[in-house]
């Protein structure tokens, strides 16, 4: 199912530059309090619309036009959205933001539910050595991890809401992660390629038998 772009406004103002990687002040106390923005300055918000990637003959997702919550949840027995193409099922967002230069930007209130474990939540596709250029998982640690390795990225994140954003700088091949507007860490993109964003579940071998994730208040944003 596709969905046109749709306007979301934009408030409050933009943070200093990336090149001081840790921001000063004091850590959110409530992600969904704070004001939306990009991290750093010269950011365009755009409205690419997307397309909503569900088990086949499913409902996997609802979206609440109330409260602007996106609700995604997945069994480890659902079948392939796209069969031999995946590597295990999936309820998620794919933003039609496709690029293959300058600078793009992630941002999302994100709440993932207890138990969810070795399920992607988002990702940068596209890839030169990968199919994807990061993609970040839920693991039972309570955490959100670099792919599905031991590297945290955040932790806790089970049932409470986050401020994720996601900064791919293409033309260095870096990808810079913020939780709650907070720098932590930083990735090699896996080099260049046409990228766009996806956000919701994706299951990978070993997945916990379900798995749910909400989001709300998501931009995208390029310079």
Same mark, same amino acid.
């Given at each position: 199912? *596709?969905h046109?772009p749709?306007?979301r406004?934009v408030?409050?103002?933009?943070m200093?530059?990336?090149a001081v990687?840790?921001l000063? %002040?004091?850590?959110?106390?409530a992600?969904?309090?704070q004001?939306?923005?990009?991290? %750093?300055? %010269?950011?365009?918000?755009?409205f690419?619309g997307?397309?909503?990637h569900?088990?086949?003959?499913?409902?996997?997702?609802?979206?609440?036009?109330?409260?602007?919550?996106?609700?995604f949840w997945?069994?480890?027995?659902?079948?392939?959205?796209?069969?031999?193409q995946?590597?295990?099922?999936?309820?998620?967002?794919? &933003?039609?933001? *496709?690029?293959?230069?300058?600078?793009?930007?992630?941002?999302? *209130?994100?709440?993932?539910g207890?138990?969810?474990?070795?399920?992607?939540?988002?990702?940068?596709?596209?890839?030169?050595?990968?199919a994807?250029a990061f993609m970040?998982?839920a693991? @039972?640690t309570d955490s959100?991890n670099?792919y599905?390795s031991?590297?945290?990225?955040?932790?806790?994140?089970?049932?409470?809401?986050?401020?994720l954003?996601?900064?791919?700088?293409?033309g260095?091949?870096?990808?810079?992660?913020?939780?709650?507007?907070?720098?932590?860490?930083? &990735?090699n993109d896996r080099?260049?390629?046409?990228?766009? &964003?996806?956000?919701?579940l994706?299951?990978?071998?070993?997945?916990?038998?379900?798995?749910? @994730?909400?989001?709300? @208040?998501?931009?995208?944003?390029?310079?």
């Amino acid at each position: 199912m *596709d969905h046109a772009p749709s306007r979301r406004a934009v408030l409050g103002g933009t943070m200093a530059g990336l090149a001081v990687p840790l921001l000063g %002040g004091t850590p959110a106390r409530a992600a969904a309090a704070q004001a939306a923005g990009p991290i %750093g300055s %010269g950011w365009t918000e755009i409205f690419s619309g997307y397309s909503v990637h569900q088990p086949p003959d499913r409902t996997r997702h609802t979206y609440d036009a109330a409260t602007g919550e996106h609700h995604f949840w997945v069994y480890d027995t659902d079948p392939s959205t796209f069969p031999g193409q995946d590597s295990g099922p999936r309820s998620e967002l794919r &933003f039609h933001n *496709d690029y293959t230069s300058g600078d793009a930007q992630f941002e999302c *209130d994100m709440k993932i539910g207890a138990g969810t474990h070795r399920m992607c939540v988002m990702q940068v596709f596209g890839g030169a050595t990968s199919a994807t250029a990061f993609m970040t998982l839920a693991m @039972n640690t309570d955490s959100i991890n670099y792919y599905d390795s031991t590297t945290q990225i955040y932790a806790p994140v089970y049932d409470k809401y986050i401020r994720l954003n996601v900064v791919h700088e293409t033309g260095i091949g870096k990808i810079h992660i913020f939780v709650n507007r907070q720098y932590r860490t930083s &990735f090699n993109d896996r080099g260049a390629a046409t990228h766009y &964003f996806k956000a919701g579940l994706y299951g990978r071998a070993g997945m916990s038998a379900r798995s749910d @994730n909400y989001l709300k @208040n998501i931009h995208i944003y390029r310079k």
